[in-house]
Each structure stands twice: as C-alpha cells, then as structure tokens.
C-alpha cells in the first residue's frame, strides 16, 4: 500500500487547515485509517483515526476542533483542522491498517501553526 499525503503549510494561529492522504496500491481490506503527529523533540502521537464502519477515535488535545473523515470508494482520508494552536505545529502522517494487522505509513506532511 502506497499513501500520498497532502495539505500541509503555514498558518496563523485560529486558522484552518485540511490535510488528504490517498492509499493506492493493496488497497483491500482497509480497516482503519488516520493520522499521527510528531512535533520536534516529542514522540509521534495519535491525532485521529476512523474505522471502515466510520467509527472515530481523537485525542483529546484535538476534539473539538479536528475532523477526520474517508471516503471508501476513493480509498482518501481527510484531516478538517480548525482553530489551530502553535502546539499542533508538527509533521503529520497517514496511516492505513489492514484486517491482517500491517500498517503503512504515509511520507508525512508538516504544519506550521504561528503565534
């Protein structure tokens, strides 16, 4: 499986942003998709991820504010991030889970929230 993320960039604090991430490839049997960050000095942490039924799972520093989504028939996950903090400053990368318990990671995207 193959991902392609896109979306990242600049944006000031109170901003949004929308971040994509299309799996090609091996696509059947997608289970979960969603997105992980890393910040600099800090371990990767989940954001956000969404089941095949649609079932969703935030962290809690980001409910509220962020939004995932999919779309199964075009095997894309998105990221709706609204009222962006300086601590969502981070690189940000899609995941994909199968039924058979492997996971593919995307390149990563970074996002840049200013003061």
């Known amino acids: 499986v193959q991902l392609q993320a896109s979306g990242g960039g600049l944006v000031q604090a109170g901003g949004s942003l929308r971040l994509s991430c299309a799996a090609s490839?091996?696509?059947?049997?997608?289970?979960?998709m969603g997105w992980y960050r890393q910040a600099p000095g800090k371990q990767r942490e989940l954001v956000a991820e969404?089941?095949?039924?649609?079932?969703?799972n935030y962290a809690d520093s980001v409910k509220g504010r962020f939004t995932i989504s999919r779309d199964n028939t075009k095997n894309t996950v998105s990221l709706q991030m609204n009222s962006l903090k300086p601590e969502d400053t981070a690189v940000y990368y899609c995941?994909?889970?199968?039924?058979?318990?492997?996971?593919?990671w995307g390149q990563g995207t970074l996002v840049t929230v200013s003061s």
């Open positions: 490839g091996s696509t059947f049997s997608i289970n979960v």
């Open positions: 995941y994909v889970s199968r039924y058979f318990n492997d996971r593919y």
């Open positions: 969404i089941g095949s039924g649609g079932n969703t």
